[in-house]
């Protein structure tokens, strides 16, 4: 507990709690624009839901419901904050949620493609960890 406990004051005094601060604001408003478009043209029998824990700095866009007879549950958006760098875990977004992240003024070096295996993402434009 501890040991947790000094790992996330160690983060707030690299990361700086301006910036972390943005990040989470950021990192909210994104999937919550995908959200509200998905809601404004809903899918009969499928729901949308948009959770976030700023506690654990972790942030998904849910879509799920029984759409055309037929049971559905997607993760669209999964990114969280780890060591001052915001980890995509899960995008399936059309424009990604990276590129959105680099237009809200992100550092392509503190955004971490973590659907991308390790040995792949030193190709990408982004971080690698």
Not at 7 to 35: E, M
């Amino acid at each position: 507990m501890i040991e947790r406990f000094q790992k996330k004051c160690a983060k707030f005094r690299t990361l700086g709690l301006n910036r972390l601060n943005h990040y989470r604001s950021i990192i909210k408003l994104i999937p919550q624009q995908h959200a509200d478009l998905m809601n404004s043209q809903p899918v009969p029998g499928e729901m949308v839901d948009y959770i976030f824990d700023e506690q654990r700095d972790q942030y998904l866009l849910l879509k799920y419901g029984w759409p055309r007879g037929k049971h559905a549950h997607y993760t669209k958006v999964h990114a969280r904050i780890s060591d001052g760098k915001i980890w995509i875990e899960e995008d399936m977004t059309e424009d990604g949620v990276g590129t959105e992240l680099v237009q809200a003024s992100v550092p392509k070096e503190d955004i971490v493609l973590g659907f991308n295996p390790p040995e792949l993402r030193p190709y990408t434009e982004f971080a690698v960890a």
